[in-house]
Nanobody
Framework: QVQLVESGGGLVQAGASLRLSCTAS????????MGWFRQAPGKEREFVAA????????SYADSVKGRFTTSRDNAKNTVYLQMNSLKPEDTAVYLC????????????????WGQGTQVTVSS
């Protein structure tokens, strides 16, 4: 079993930056692709970013491409989401997820989910 805990969310103004962290416990996720999702009030959960097990390949939603960067530190069992140039439409609960595969392929469903961290961007 894997437990994922996100941190780093908060309230910021448009144009600001935040870095989210997701730390795994229970067992290592160093051989798992990891993902970030978000869910805004009244909207469906949407894919944000993913990174393969060694960090050599990443994938992003078009809405965040060029502004968000995901990375990982397998020694710390931690994945990061650097969010720059934040917009009000980025406001959501951001969730970390672990896949049951070393590689991420579009449309894959994660195996484990974190509880999420709130990101609020004011205009």
């Amino acid at each position: 079993q894997v437990q994922l805990v996100e941190s780093g969310g908060g309230l910021v103004q448009a144009g600001a930056s935040l870095r989210l962290s997701c730390t795994a416990s229970g067992r290592t996720v160093s051989r798992s692709a990891m993902g970030w999702f978000r869910q805004a009030p009244g909207k469906e959960r949407e894919f944000v970013a993913a990174i393969n097990w060694i960090g050599a390949s990443t994938s992003y939603a078009d809405s965040v491409k060029g502004r968000f960067t995901t990375s990982r530190d397998n020694a710390k069992n931690t994945v990061y989401l650097q969010m720059n140039s934040l917009k009000p439409e980025d406001t959501a609960v951001y969730l970390c997820a672990a896949y049951g595969s070393m590689l991420y392929l579009r449309g894959m469903e994660p195996t484990y989910w974190g509880q999420g961290t709130q990101v609020t961007v004011s205009s």
